[in-house]
């Protein structure tokens, strides 16, 4: 893929407009309903799988709730393969073997962030979502703490990220657009745009009695249009305000504009740069023939801070690569609507079987049938059903009736109906393993192999049967450590730079030096 880097004069597209920002949120607004599956799905994973309903009904028919979780055991399997397999990005010289020595350098800077910002930590948890519900992101983006390491990854709740359904890439080249919102107090926003304080206060006491036009004035201009475009916009005001808990909704809107540029391309290497008209190099390369001028057509990254109707923020992306700030963790999707799934989607219903299997066998272990003519215990009903149920039941039988003909008094359990759960229960296990194709073998529990050629062969069609979801994983954890690297090369600029690659007992210590001819 050709990257054309951004020139300092180059085209950064239009700021974005209030109504194109109202439009997108009501396409949002449509798009197709999941997250309310998902969060039941990650519950079932957590072990909240019995409602109040059931929970209710349960304990109307004298049915013991049960729970035997064997999702969360499946996916920490997998949390665990991730981690065991986990290797180091590692940068080579794409088959140019002067640039090793830079190649080492990068590579060991870096490795160097990969363990200060927590990259392999967030992977680590936005795999457990990617595996559980189908999506999970990671943010990459550079630290607001100067005391801390300049760079950070963070995992991002699901519920806070909303994209672009017509995009079709998964590394979201194609997006035109990524909203993350977030509520925060109200005087951290404030902090965070001093420049709209004053507004950000006002919106949290509902503009109040402060918002008085009198004769001679009182407010500025541009707050008594923020609060008539507050009251004449679309969406209501308790969806990204809330005077209450005194906090707002800040929607942090990333978006592209494509734009044609005037582009260089070299006729030796096929270099391709876009053009400067500042930089004499690039006319040098012009009048000597040694590259073309194209038009290309190319997106533009840049993202706005939006506060109900009043937007906070606008400018190109603060990253020189191509992408969006958060990077998507996908596991599959639905082929005609987009939206994604995992692998808790098909053992929901082998869950519940089971739950609902061990309830039942645990009544039936308890329960007793009577079978008797009435009349037959000297006692009332109530309190012969309470009787009954304890394990030293006392029945006092009426002597007179149980001596006519025909007078019967029997107590009975079905265990024929437990054996049946019981194989039901292991049937619900089975099929969570078919879900996932985690064998019992792969988990480390003993399995129905007899051999340990079929244990290691049950363990290689487990490993086969979760390549796609690694493959995934792999490709987004890769664009992660692009956009590290990326910022790690923007911030080396073009001043020289030392490099000191530390050796062990094998390999030396190594001195690299970087933009230095």
């Known amino acids: 893929m050709i990257n054309i880097r951004k020139a300092k004069n180059s085209h950064e ?47 109307e028919v004298g049915i013991p709730p049960a729970v035997d979780n064997i999702i969360q055991p499946a996916l920490q399997t997998l949390v665990g393969m991730e981690v065991k397999t986990r290797k180091d990005w590692r940068i080579t010289p794409d088959g140019d073997p002067s640039g090793q020595d830079v ?39 550079r630290e607001a703490d100067p005391y801390k390491y300049p760079y950070r990854c963070t995992e991002i709740h699901r519920n806070e990220i909303f994209w672009d359904f017509l995009g079709k890439e998964p590394d979201t080249s194609d997006w035109r657009y990524l909203n993350r919102r977030k509520w925060m107090p109200t005087k951290v926003a404030a902090m965070m745009w001093p420049k709209h304080a004053e507004l950000i206060n006002r919106i949290e006491r509902n503009w109040g009695d402060e918002y008085a036009v009198g004769i001679d004035g009182g407010t500025t201009t541009g707050l008594m249009d923020s609060w008539q475009t507050q009251r004449d916009w679309s969406v209501e005001e308790q969806q990204w305000h809330d005077s209450v808990k005194k906090r707002v909704l800040v929607h942090e809107m990333w978006y592209r504009r494509w734009v044609q540029v005037p582009t260089l391309v070299f006729h030796k290497g096929g270099k391709v740069v876009e053009y400067d008209s500042a930089n004499p190099a690039h006319d040098l390369a012009i009048s000597r023939n040694l590259c073309r001028m194209i038009k290309a057509t190319v997106s533009r990254v840049r993202r706005a801070y939006f506060l109900g109707p009043h937007m906070l923020d606008d400018g190109p992306s603060p990253y020189r690569h191509a992408y969006f700030g958060y990077v998507p963790f996908w596991n599959m999707r639905e082929d005609r609507t987009g939206v994604p799934f995992g692998f808790v989607k098909a053992m929901v219903f082998p869950q519940d079987n089971l ?22 215990v000297a006692m009332p009903d109530n309190v012969f059903r309470q009787q009954i149920a304890r394990p030293d039941a006392d029945i006092v039988l009426d002597a007179n009736h149980m001596s006519q003909p025909g007078a019967r008094f029997e107590v009975r359990r079905d265990f024929q109906l437990n054996d049946q759960q019981y194989q039901l229960i292991q049937d619900a296990r089975t099929s969570i393993e078919r879900a996932t194709g985690i064998t019992a073998g792969f988990a480390g529990k003993q399995g129905t192999a007899t051999s340990g050629l079929q244990e290691q062969t049950q363990v290689e069609q487990s490993t086969q049967a979760l390549s796609g979801l690694m493959d995934a994983f792999g490709f987004s954890r890769t664009l992660v450590g692009e956009m590290l690297l990326d910022m790690i090369i923007e911030d080396m600029g073009s001043e020289p730079t030392t490099v000191i690659i530390e050796g062990d007992t094998v390999r030396p210590e190594r001195t690299v030096q970087l933009n230095t001819p």
């Open 13 to 59: 597209g239009e700021p974005i407009t209030l109504d194109e920002f109202t439009d997108w949120l009501e396409e949002i607004d449509n798009q197709p309903v999941f997250r309310s599956r998902m969060d039941k799905e990650m519950d079932y994973a957590n072990g909240n799988q019995l409602d109040s309903d059931l929970l209710r009904k349960l304990r």
């Open 355 to 376: 739950n609902s299997a061990l309830s039942k066998l645990r009544w039936g272990l308890s329960a007793m049938r009577t079978e008797r003519t009435k009349g037959a």
């Open 103 to 141: 190649a080492d350098a990068l590579n060991y800077k870096l490795n160097q962030a990969e363990r200060h910002s927590k990259a392999d930590q967030a992977c680590s948890r936005a795999f457990y979502g990617q595996a559980s519900v189908g999506l999970a992101w990671v943010e990459v983006s």
